[in-house]
């Protein structure tokens, strides 16, 4: 069941990726999900290597020790639609949009936890997962925000130049 569970997962995240992928901020969400690829898998590999969570059930167990799929496909597809639907938000409601994903995850990361064997809580728990998801949405949305500004400072100076 583990197994399909994962083949169901890769192939939702991979046919959602032509439609969050299009529109004029495509080099933007690149990067997002580049970038949530890179610390979502940074910190699974410490967490992983510090034995408080494991991935018994995973894609290439002789090559890698975290679920790649979660890491560097889901995760970071996450990231991206959270962007695009809190991109002109205010802290309040990007502080709320941020439970609307972390709670959920959370909560459906415990039921995982207890009902399947894709990963084995040892020193972790759901307010670790939430902790964790919030961190790093954070962590995204900062970036995403000194995109915007440095968007700003390159227009400015592009318009002064003429």
Not at 40 to 48: P, R
Not at 116 to 144: E, P, Q
């Amino acid at each position: 069941m583990e197994k399909k569970l994962l083949k169901l997962l890769l192939a939702l995240c991979t046919g959602s990726i032509p439609f969050l992928f299009k529109g004029p901020k495509m080099r933007e969400n690149l990067l997002i999900f580049f970038a949530k690829g890179v610390i979502a898998t940074l910190i699974d590999a410490y967490v992983v290597g510090k034995q408080k969570l494991e991935y018994p059930i995973r894609p290439f167990p002789k090559i890698f020790k975290t679920n790649i799929i979660y890491d560097m496909l889901f995760f970071p597809l996450l990231s991206v639609i959270w962007v695009k639907i809190s991109y002109n938000d205010h802290f309040g409601k990007i502080l709320l949009k941020s439970l609307i994903f972390s709670i959920p995850m959370s909560i459906g990361q415990w039921f995982m936890e207890k009902n399947t064997g894709l990963f084995k809580w040892k020193k972790w728990s759901a307010l670790h997962t939430f902790a964790s998801v919030n961190l790093t949405l954070f962590m995204i949305r900062g970036l995403v925000g000194l995109i915007k500004i440095m968007d700003k400072f390159k227009d400015k100076q592009y318009i002064n130049e003429y």
